[in-house]
């Protein structure tokens, strides 16, 4: 069932209808409690709360299914804004971004320069990029991007490895040099690539982890996963691993106590922090994790109605799933 349901959300996350139905609506799904709202001020006002209790952020401009060139060039466009409200407000936060939703699925030279705009204003404020991962098909990509920038713009930039992918080792390997994002792995991936048995990208996760806990150059250990935070303090005190080589990152929403009590502990601790008109396939794949997220959502924000077409259609999905069996 717990699979059945993650299919369900990763399908409806890829949907661009539902997408565009979505944000016709507003933050008005439950999404408000793990979106930090849809304007720029809003996500610094977020970002100031966080610098307060000891937490920085990564902020992200949510946006996908760009398809066209004006779609990517307006994304970027909006990203600079981003840069350069960091800048002005004086937070403490770094920026993440998809190079899908800069252009990589049109042209990948096309993509290369709107990214590296975007890395040219970063490095003069001095501001990190980090070049999230998304699907297998765009992973190779984004890797010979993070290099093109770092080439222009030395250490401006790093990103990310996903532990569910049958090579993450070897990535991680190839990119000790950069600042690297250690997460299990959000997409739907078949199994040729990637682990789909979740004791296997657990087991892999924690191998990659102290991999680069010892040898990468710094490394943002990315889950909720209190049983892998336990291991990680763990293995930083016995093998005498500076604070200052790694910290925490969970997403805006998402055990915020936690969030909080880490950073109390005197870890270093960023929070990742989606924004904008474009949550849509973010919300899904946040559902897709952890279905309990769900109940979690519908106790704080759903309403009745919402609650009801979302049953039926997920009750729908898993009658047509069963049937097809
Ligand atoms: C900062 C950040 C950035 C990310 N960037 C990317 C990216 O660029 N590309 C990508 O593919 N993926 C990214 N991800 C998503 C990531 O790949 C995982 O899909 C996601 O983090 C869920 O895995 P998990 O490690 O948090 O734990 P899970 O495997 O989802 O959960 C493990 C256990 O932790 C506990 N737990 C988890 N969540 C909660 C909760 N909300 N409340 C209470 N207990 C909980 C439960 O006991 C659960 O069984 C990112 C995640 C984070 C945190």
Redesign the pocket.
Known sequence: MAELLKNFFLNLSNNRTMNAGAQKFGLKLGAQSVVAGTSIDEAINTIKQLNDVGIEATIDNLGEFVHDRAEAIAAKEQILCVVEAIHTSGVKSHISIKPSQLGLDIDYDFCLENVLDIAAKAYEYGIFINL???NYSRLHATFTILEAVHAQYPDIAGT?I?AYFHEAMDNLKQHTGYRL?L?????KEPGDVAYTD?AAI?ANYVKLLEYSLLHAKYTSV???????IAHVKKFVAEHQISHDRFEF???YG??SDMQKELATEGYHFTT?VPFGEDWYGYFM?RLA??PQ?LA?VTKQVFNKKTNTILGIAAGAFLVGRLLKR
């Open positions: 999230d991962q998304e990310v996903q994002r997460v299990k792995g959000a997409y979740k657990d990315a889950t909720h996963d209190h049983r892998i990152q969970m997403l998402f055990r990742y794949r994790e952890r997220n979690l």
